[in-house]
């Protein structure tokens, strides 16, 4: 069985740009949520997508966005995109809302320049 | 709002030998999940372990195992026989049900951990 896929795994931007990262959750899951990683502010929750809805967001500007497909794979997009910007972006899959074990993928590293 | 707190940066422990990781968390509520994830070189977050607060029995998963004392709102982590493969950063989370409004992970601001062969 796949794990969770992100993709790309690296990735550079300008400021002002805007970048899309891609999230496909484990065959089965419905429940996908983002987190940002940097060193300064560790890791930190952005959103969480279920059966394409939003059922929760962290404290970000609304620069952060996302949405979720109806085969449960899942987007986030920053608009103009700022120095601080600059993380690991994870993404979690798991089966269903109220099952709590969630499954990482390896990350989409964003470097804003 | 629920917060994790792992007070060691750094550790690190022969090979072979035991090690155990602190976490201490504060919440309001009496129910809710823990967990400890490593994160390797390679970024991806591993689960290690999972405890329900509802549960007395510490959960054990093979050489990993952990001290849950509710009361203390402590959670640690004991890594026996510590392998050169244990090697990474190590992040307490903390989690609550299903239908209290905020199910997201909350973590600590992690461990790292050297094994020195």
């Known amino acids: 069985k796949a794990g969770v896929t992100q993709t790309p795994r690296y990735l550079i931007k300008t400021r002002g740009q805007q970048v899309t990262l891609s999230c496909s959750p484990i065959?089965?899951?419905?429940?996908v949520s983002w987190y940002q990683q940097t060193p300064g502010q560790g890791l930190q929750f952005l959103f969480e997508y279920f059966s394409e809805t939003q059922r929760n967001k962290g404290n970000f500007p609304g620069r952060f966005s996302g949405r979720q497909f109806s085969n449960s794979r899942s987007e986030m997009n920053v608009s103009t995109l700022e120095l601080g910007d600059s993380a690991l972006y994870l993404c979690a899959s798991s089966l269903s809302a109220v099952n709590t074990e969630a499954f990482f993928g390896q990350g989409t590293r964003l470097t804003v320049v | 709002a629920q917060t994790v707190t792992q007070s060691q940066p750094e550790m690190s422990v022969q090979e072979a030998e035991t090690v155990t990781l602190s976490c201490t968390y504060d919440?309001?509520?009496?129910?809710?999940?823990l967990f400890w994830y490593k994160q390797p070189p390679s970024r991806q977050m591993i689960l290690v372990i999972r405890?329900?607060?509802?549960?007395?029995q510490n959960a054990t998963e093979n050489r990993f195992s952990v001290n849950f004392q509710k009361a203390a709102k402590s959670f640690s982590l004991k890594i026996s026989d510590s392998q050169l493969g244990d090697a990474a950063m190590y992040f307490c989370?903390?989690?609550?049900?299903?239908?209290?409004?905020?199910?997201?992970?909350?973590f600590g601001t992690g461990t790292r951990l050297t094994i020195i062969p």
């Open positions: 989370a903390y989690r609550t049900p299903l239908g209290f409004g905020n199910e997201k992970l909350t």
């Open positions: 405890q329900e607060a509802y549960k007395q």
């Open positions: 065959s089965g899951h419905r429940s």
């Open positions: 919440t309001s509520e009496s129910d809710y999940y």
